[in-house]
């Protein structure tokens, strides 16, 4: 199968040639107008005759909608993924306005940056440091291209640097910080709806007939496959290598082998001759993995060894590796009985973030029409949890998160529900119901001065951000065609 696979891959390859160098044609026909229409129509939108590329939006919205569906035991209805897809596309515009303006600044972002935030990503680290081969074959399995990777990480960056930029920018007053300092220099009393899906999950039962179905079901879910444990060697080499130097590449890995036949531990002979940075210092150990997670040829050779069991010098693209199998988990099919538990927890985690997310839903859209908390939760029969005074440092025992709440809580008036607070595992919504004044605190102001003036900065950056936005858009040309079929399909 796989070889009829590899021979119709060559025929879509050069489809796809085909259909490129025939649009390349198609559009160096057009004149320049018509070129910019065709790129636009072609665009999920266009920023300043820059486009956002359909591959992208869909990319995007195809991991979204994944995580949605996995999330929602009913189907998402039409208008929540209309709306999910008019959030996207507003997102990834804002992202290219700012990236936009960073470059209009005379910034750049330099390839080291590049490098070491992605170096720095846990995903792609082994025993800690960086590791090319884990990279690699990451990106290979989940067939994502390195190039756009990258690109996609350049952009991540400038979009953040951006944002620092207009945070560091931002100057803060000593009466502004005192004024802030004042505000948040009361004692409040609140009342707070909560809708944690951790709670409802406690009162959950499900019946035993429904958890034999879903395992009926879903038995290939909890099939486990083979796993291998093993420690390399590597001694890199260029994939554009002479043959000079395959050749003098791989005597030195049969050199080593030879060594560690004759008694040189493995685990030090990794330490002293592998050229993998991230597993060099550990003796070469890679942890399980299993099939489809490491390059084909390492992979082959990895799975078809016993455990003890020394490889023959194995060429990847990486280079020549000499492979130690230390441990194997062999495939099972596990019975009902072994996988009970985690069906049952499963079930009432999607059936209590099901109740919680409508119950939530619910709230939301009673507390428009009344905006008051006290009357939406008598309708929509939501317990309201009344807390004593409490200060900007304080707690509200009951509920986990609550100096995210009460951070919130102490920018609003009184009265006057909040928009959704996400903390955690769930969702709150606060009103403060009383306000009392305490006198200044110089001491206190003194102490809390940097860690206020950081939160006032962030404050002030994100409203200043907000508004270049809204200028951007005025003022620049933004054609959004995900707003465009929308509207066309309503």
């Known amino acids: 199968m796989m070889k009829t696979m590899r021979k119709n891959m060559k025929v879509i390859l050069w489809i796809v040639v085909v ?4 649009t390349i044609f198609f559009v160096w026909g057009m004149d320049l107008g018509r070129q910019k229409d065709f790129v636009a129509q072609q665009s999920a939108a266009m920023v300043n005759d820059k486009p956002i590329s359909n591959e992208e939006f869909e990319r995007l919205w195809s991991q979204q909608s994944q ?7 009913e189907e998402p209805s039409r208008a929540q993924l209309q709306k999910m897809r008019k959030a996207l596309i507003s997102e990834l515009i804002d992202r290219e306005l700012l990236r936009q303006q960073y470059s209009k600044l005379g910034f750049s ?17 082994q025993n800690g440091k960086f590791s090319q081969e884990k990279y690699m074959t990451l990106l290979n399995y989940n067939h994502i291209n390195p190039e756009e990777f990258e690109a996609s990480e350049k952009s991540s960056l400038e979009v953040l640097k951006m944002e620092m930029f207009v945070k560091n920018a931002v100057l803060i007053s000593d009466d502004e910080l005192r004024q802030y300092f004042r505000s948040r220099s009361r004692e409040l009393k609140l009342k ?6 951790k709670d409802k999950a406690k009162s959950i039962t499900v019946p035993e007939a429904e958890l034999t179905a879903y395992f009926n079901a879903h038995r290939s879910e909890f099939e486990q496959t083979a796993e291998v444990k093993a420690a390399h060697i590597l001694i890199r080499l260029d994939e554009k290598a002479t043959e000079e130097q395959k050749l003098t590449a791989r005597l030195k890995t049969e050199n080593i082998r030879n060594e560690i036949s004759k008694g040189l531990d493995f685990a030090a002979a990794a330490v002293k001759y592998s ?4 597993s060099a210092k550990t003796g070469g150990d890679l942890g399980f993995f299993k099939a489809g997670m490491m390059v084909p040829a390492f992979e082959k050779a990895a799975f078809a060894l016993k455990v003890g069991e020394l490889s023959q010098p194995v060429q990847s693209q990486f280079g020549f590796h000499l492979i130690k199998v230390t441990d194997r988990k062999e495939a099972k099919n596990p019975a009902f009985a072994e996988v009970r538990g ?7 985690e999607t059936k209590a973030k099901d ?8 709230f939301v859209a009673s507390l428009v029409d009344t905006k008051d908390l006290a009357k939406t939760a008598q309708a929509t029969n939501t317990a309201l949890i009344s807390t004593g005074w409490l200060k900007t440092d304080g707690k509200i025992n009951t509920l986990e998160k609550s100096d995210v709440i009460l951070d919130r809580a102490f920018n609003l008036p009184v009265k006057k529900p909040s928009s959704t607070i996400s903390a955690g595992d769930a969702v709150f919504f606060a009103e403060v119901q009383e306000e009392k004044w305490n006198p200044m605190d110089e001491n206190g102001f003194s102490r809390q001065r940097q860690s206020l003036l950081e939160k006032l900065k962030t404050v002030k950056a994100e409203e ?6 809204k200028e951007f858009k005025t003022t620049g040309k933004v054609i959004n065609n995900i707003e465009k079929e929308k509207n066309e399909n309503e």
């Open 19 to 22: 259909a490129f160098v025939g």
């Open 67 to 73: 995580a949605l569906y996995a999330q929602s035991k």
């Open 109 to 125: 972002i330099f390839p080291q940056e590049i490098a070491s935030r992605i170096a720095s990503m846990s995903a792609f680290q």
């Open 192 to 197: 707070v709806a909560a809708f944690n899906w």
């Open 275 to 278: 050229e993998d940075p991230g």
């Open 342 to 348: 985690k069906i049952l927890e499963q079930l009432k």
């Open 355 to 362: 109740e919680t997310q409508k119950a939530a839903a619910a």
């Open 464 to 469: 200043t951000v907000a508004q270049w936005l």
